[in-house]
């Protein structure tokens, strides 16, 4: 069964500085992947994803980036974080090959930029 | 964009009674699914009802879906303490770049023992 590692767990970082957060998926091969951000209080808003290698689709214009260096992991990025990119921010892997396989979550980094 | 809005934004209830929360949704759907999420902790994967299923059973947890009125709802039979968490509804698309999950602002429910 698949498997999603994110780390770190928590993350306090300064205005201006950069950010890299890492999401390595176990169990599967080729999967389509995805970068959700959820603010406090709040619903998810899909940020990213990914159906392989270099292939990112962007959901939402703002100061983060997206890369898949590698068919299992994921890595969300920025130049210069701002405040509101505080939040809870959780990758996510669709199990199978169809929609009805379902998805499995990270256990999710909570970010706060200062 | 959000594409499912849930109703209630939040629900508490006693313990042993149902619980009940609304979901609607806008464009075309392969599936909807509804996820919990305890506090400050990731999502987990509830149920997923097909957009050609009307009803779907799963433990105390029932789903019923309304394609042409583009609504589900949730209902948790004889609630506990640790049903206490947020719950989302979630419908799936397949767009010409891949699957892609959009949930809605949750529902967030108090079991009160």
């Known amino acids: 069964s698949q498997t999603i590692h994110q780390w770190p767990a928590t993350l306090v970082q300064p205005v201006g500085s950069p950010l890299s957060l890492e999401c390595t998926v176990e169990g599967t091969s080729n999967p389509n992947l995805y970068w959700y951000r959820q603010a406090a209080g709040r619903g998810l808003q899909l940020l990213f994803y990914s159906v392989g290698i270099g292939q990112i689709s962007s959901e939402v214009p703002q100061n983060l980036s997206a890369s898949r260096p590698q068919d299992r992991q994921f890595i969300l990025s920025s130049k210069k974080l701002l405040l509101s990119d505080s939040g809870f921010y959780l990758c996510?892997?669709?199990?199978?090959?169809?929609?009805?396989?379902?998805?499995?979550f990270g256990s999710g980094t909570r970010l706060t930029v200062v | 964009s959000q594409q499912g809005e849930e109703d209630p934004q939040a629900l508490s209830i006693q313990e042993g009674e149902n619980a009940t929360m609304n979901c609607s949704y806008k464009?075309?759907?392969?599936?909807l699914q509804w996820y919990r999420q305890n506090s400050g902790r990731g999502l987990v994967h509830l149920i997923l009802i097909r957009s050609n299923e009307r009803e779907k059973h799963s433990g105390r947890l029932r789903v019923t879906l309304d394609t042409s009125k583009k609504s589900s709802s949730l209902l948790i039979t004889a609630s506990r303490a640790a049903d206490t968490a947020s719950y989302f509804c979630a419908t799936d698309a397949l767009k010409a770049a891949g699957n892609k999950l959009t949930f809605g602002g949750g529902t967030r429910v108090l079991v009160k023992p």
């Open positions: 996510a892997c669709l199990l199978g090959r169809t929609p009805w396989d379902g998805y499995t």
């Open positions: 464009t075309s759907i392969n599936n």
